[in-house]
């Protein structure tokens, strides 16, 4: 206890410090800053009472934030993400000895005092007159978790948060008047209760469960007394008293801790001396934060989880509203990601595809029906080194996919196919198909204006052998090129159009698809996903559902759950019942009797189609059954890789076409992910052979002249530059190139009009 001075009276520090004390606001300015000159003492009041008196009266308590669980289908956890690693715990869910070590350290006198402690500030204005310093603060612990809510309101905003912890005379009064009503509202338990889950402990770790967790892995209210000092211990200074970083150091504090809690009763010296003697023991869990920790590879779907949350105005209605109520965190959100399917997609990628080649491959699985992704995976991890990637090769680059898309080659032409069907062309229809034609002219677009071929030019077949007459049937099994761009030109640019806009097919950009008859050739860049989810409307017989990922999400607010809206697939019908079944009867022949060959399944129906662009830059496979659609991708992300004689997992490969490295990729993660399920059929429809079933058959089998989908050679290059020219590929590989690289010569000229006015053949620098 500070002397009086003779005579009994008080010395001028107390004096000042009891005058002060009149004013309830100037002695909780005092508490906070704990000014050591009497002199400023006076002009710390000057004007005070007023700026009390303007203030707000109610302080606006923002929802904690907390991490957020992201589960998959059946309840495992993929990942947790959060801005604050926190979880809200009730008070009788934390033990006892911590909540005695927090007040005996920090604010001895909390259950005494008011939202202002005048015994602590006059023992830090006698401390910090006799030092000349600051030597103490006098801050209870109603100030302090005033304080913290003022940081937590703050974010992650740098700014905001040196606002909300400057040492300033306002800052100050704004802490008290709400310390104030803090007191008269909540009452001392639900203080304690609120501090404790919002004040930092270090180490990421915000709140004492979190804390808990972090430190000693367990919970909050398993914490014994040495831990529990420990951890009060460490609130004041994180840094200097991290028991991770400086054990030492930690130690003391902890033991000053113990010894203040055995000084004021809480625990007797003898139980204080013991627990000084036990060893840390600490048992870390390293901080577990981000889709980066996700489990079954499953770190990009769990980003597209987090994309599609920040795009969903269900959530928001703007973007900063979804982003809010995202970093508030608290949630917990149950996916569509199919543990088995998922963990069928990473094993197949890994068998078929190094992480260290120099192409990637991506795999989507979509549910037909329901639009539910039940698998999405790639070849290269997620992750900032070599090898690693942070763009999501599956989906577009609104939700973190590559800048465009990757062009899809002949897996495009199904579409053209229901599309005549749609018109009215029979199954059975049948053009010259020719080795080499001009492009048709005119061909009528969505436009009055029609498309036309202005200098005549020419697009070849793969090989000189692959020459009509053909019907549909054997067209689409050796992808003959001739044959589709006579059928777009038959029934025009906007029937197809149409079609693929009831599928929702889009440029990876978002952009709708260019009118030109070289779409036939698949020459716009596709994602994955946005394959696999147009696929799955031919299984299911014509109705499209638009891609989910959500099943349902609660968030924990106030200690209560509340269930959000998510939202739905929406199913439309994009064709007849009888185009998808003809169009299923003509991918079946693909993998039965064409180019896909290598990707058939033995034990169920499966149908898919096989695509292959310009010098074999991308390689795809896109098939189905009836209760199962995916897309795989093979290639490179710069564009610049052509996959010639080259080792992809381990095999070695003169050329790469979308039945030989995507095929067996597609299998062997649909034979994973369709184990157990229902072997259910199409319904098919009766198509008439070719009268000549051998006629005209290309080199799509890989024999030498490397015939693959009919558009490995030059004329897929029309494909890379129409519609933009910048759908070459996404973003650049780990070197940093710009996409596309030095585009070939082609072996025949490219049509007027065709050039959309860009000027590169690619995307920006990126990873591969």
């Known amino acids: 206890m500070p002397k009086n001075r003779s005579g009994g009276g008080l010395s001028p520090t107390q004096q000042a410090a009891k005058f002060l004390g009149v004013s309830v606001l100037a002695g909780a300015v005092l508490a906070g800053i704990a ?67 927090i007040v005996a350290i920090e604010d001895a006198r ?47 905003d740098p700014t905001k948060v040196a606002q909300a912890t400057q040492q300033t005379l306002g800052r100050k009064i704004k802490e008290l008047k709400y310390a104030i009503q803090v007191e008269e509202e909540l009452g001392k338990k639900k203080i304690l209760e609120n501090y404790l889950n919002i004040t930092f402990f270090g180490q990421q770790a915000y709140g004492v469960e979190a804390a808990s967790e972090r430190y000693f892995s367990k919970s909050a209210k398993d914490l014994k007394l040495q831990e529990a000092a420990l951890l009060a211990g460490i609130v004041q200074s994180p840094s200097r008293y991290d028991p991770v970083n400086d054990e030492a150091e930690a130690v003391k504090r902890r033991n000053i801790v113990l010894q203040r809690m055995a000084d004021i009763g809480d625990v007797s010296q003898a139980e204080a001396d013991k627990a000084k003697e036990a060893p840390l023991g600490l048992k870390v869990s390293k901080p577990k934060n981000g889709c980066i920790t996700a489990v079954k590879g499953a770190s990009f779907f769990c980003k597209y989880v987090e994309k599609v949350f920040l795009s969903e105005p269900v959530f928001g209605k703007s973007r900063e509203a979804r982003a809010k109520i995202w970093n508030q965190g608290g949630l917990t959100i149950t996916t569509t990601l199919d543990p088995k399917a998922q963990e069928s997609v990473q094993a197949s990628l890994k068998e078929h595809v190094y992480q260290d080649d120099k192409v990637a491959a991506a795999t989507t699985l979509v549910e037909p029906g329901t639009g539910k992704i039940l698998g999405m995976g790639q070849s290269k991890p997620f992750g900032y080194g070599k090898n690693e990637t942070e763009i999501n090769y599956s989906v577009d680059s609104a939700y973190g996919g590559s800048n465009f898309g990757f062009p899809t080659g002949s897996t495009f032409k199904p579409f053209v196919a229901a599309a005549a069907l749609e018109e009215g062309r029979p199954p059975t229809q049948e053009y010259p198909s020719p080795y080499q034609m001009e492009y048709p002219s005119p061909v009528q677009t969505c436009d009055s204006a029609p498309w036309t071929n202005r200098r005549g030019e020419k697009l070849e077949n793969e090989s000189e052998s692959e020459h009509g007459p053909y019907r549909l049937r054997k067209a689409m099994e050796l992808s003959v090129n001739t044959y589709f761009v006579q059928m777009i030109a038959d029934i025009g640019l906007c029937p197809v159009v149409n079609i693929t806009d009831k599928l929702q097919v889009r440029q990876g950009n978002g952009t709708k698809l260019p009118e030109q008859p070289a779409i036939a050739l698949g020459s716009v860049g596709l994602s994955p996903l946005t394959m696999a989810s147009a696929y799955a409307a031919f299984a299911s017989r014509g109705m499209y559902c638009t891609p989910i990922v959500f099943e349902s999400i609660s968030q924990k607010v106030g200690g209560q759950q509340k269930s959000l809206e998510v939202p739905k697939s929406t199913c439309s019908r994009a064709m007849s019942e009888q185009t998808a079944d003809t169009v299923n009867s003509l991918l079946q022949g693909v993998v039965d009797s064409g180019t896909g060959k290598e990707a058939g399944l033995t034990d169920r129906d499966s149908a898919g189609k096989t695509g292959t662009t310009d010098e074999r830059r991308n390689a795809w496979f896109v098939g189905y059954t009836p209760n199962l659609s995916g897309a795989v ?19 070695y ?96 000229s490219i049509p007027e009009g065709w050039w959309q006015g860009q000027t590169n053949g690619g995307g920006t620098g990126g990873r591969d």
């Open 35 to 101: 000014l050591p000159a009497v002199g400023a003492l006076g002009l710390a009041a000057k004007g005070s009472v007023e700026s009390f008196d303007e203030l707000p009266t109610n302080l606006k308590t923002p929802p904690l934030s907390q991490r957020t669980t992201i589960l998959d289908a059946e309840g495992g956890t993929i990942a947790t993400v959060y801005s604050r690693d926190r979880t809200v715990v009730d008070l009788k869910d934390i033990s006892p000895y911590i909540q005695k070590a």
């Open 653 to 748: 490969n003169d050329l790469v076409y979308g039945g030989k490295v995507p095929g067996p990729i597609w299998r062997d993660a649909m034979l994973g992910a369709l184990e157990g399920k229902p072997v259910e059929q199409f319904n098919t429809v009766h198509i008439p052979e070719d009268e000549d079933p051998d006629k005209g058959r290309g080199d799509e089998d890989g024999n030498d002249n490397g015939g693959n989908d009919g558009n490995n050679g030059d004329d897929n290059v029309i494909g890379g530059l129409i519609g933009g020219g910048n759908n070459g590929g996404g973003n650049g590989g780990s070197d940093g190139g710009a996409d596309g690289g030095t585009l070939p010569t082609p072996s025949f």
């Open 110 to 156: 909390f259950y005494q005092h008011g939202a202002v402690d005048l015994k602590g500030v006059l023992r830090a204005l006698n401390r910090n007159a006799q030092s000349g310093g600051v030597s103490e603060g006098a801050s209870t612990l109603t100030q302090q978790y005033v304080k913290n809510v003022f940081v937590e309101e703050a974010g992650d």
């Open 633 to 651: 991708w093979v290639g490179s992300a710069t564009q610049k890789v052509k996959m010639r004689n080259i080792y992809i997992g381990g095999q």
